[in-house]
């Protein structure tokens, strides 16, 4: 697949609390270190997000009485999936991982950091109608393709692809760059989200 000066890497939340011994450890979640790297390469536009959630957030379980991790509640916004505390702001975990080396990268997007809704999407609040400005940066930059790699596959890398669709970005998820949680049988529900959507799914980029 030919990269263009129009393209950017999108690497989502690569984050310790995602990665083995983290508050949300994801199966293998550093495994996507060097496949990133590996396409990185190919860019010339990288750009990195960040999970920022404030103490008491809106998602830990921890917040809601009786709730334990994976239930899900209702909110003003829809379902919100529970999850153990993770990624607060200016911990260890949310650092992003120690082997993660992007230093090219040209932004780095903090989202998740209002306390009573959730942003999964590199693009929009959980609410799907609340920007967190990353359009408009693409559009000013005049950057017009979207690949996405990082954790999670069928979470925040699956919104934000779907997203960058619903906003005229066609999207491509790098697979091989990517770790799923897996919860409640979301990646298949994820990816028939991508088949309605016209998101790409790629193996790999190639160098």
């Known amino acids: 697949m030919e990269i263009t000066p129009e393209d950017v890497l999108v ?4 984050q310790n609390d995602f990665c083995p011994g983290g508050a949300l450890a994801v199966r293998h979640g550093n495994r996507v270190i060097a496949p990133i790297h590996r396409a990185a390469r190919r860019f010339d536009h990288v750009v990195l997000t960040q999970d920022w959630h404030p103490p008491g957030h809106l998602s830990f379980a921890t917040r809601h009485s009786g709730k334990k991790p994976f239930e899900t509640i209702e909110t003003p916004h829809g379902h919100q999936e529970l999850w153990p505390d993770h990624f607060v702001q200016g911990t260890p975990g949310a650092d992003f991982h120690p ?6 990268a040209e932004l780095i997007l903090r989202k998740g950091h209002r306390i009573d809704i959730d942003s999964y999407s590199a693009f929009f609040e959980n609410d799907r ?3 967190t400005g990353l359009a408009g940066y693409l559009r000013e930059r005049g950057l017009k393709r979207v690949f996405l790699a990082g954790l999670t596959y069928d979470f925040c890398v699956g919104y934000s692809a779907l997203d960058a669709t619903k906003l005229g970005f066609p999207a491509v998820v790098i697979r091989e760059g990517c770790q799923a949680i897996d919860l409640n049988g979301s990646v298949e529900k994820m990816e028939e989200e991508f088949r309605r959507a016209g998101v790409m799914v790629v193996e790999r980029v190639e160098d």
């Not at 690497?11 to 690569?14: A, E, F, I, K, R």
């Not at 082997?99 to 090219?104: A, E, I, M, V």
């Open 11 to 14: 690497v989502t939340d690569v």
């Open 99 to 104: 082997s993660l080396h992007l230093s090219q």
């Open 129 to 131: 109608t609340t920007p």
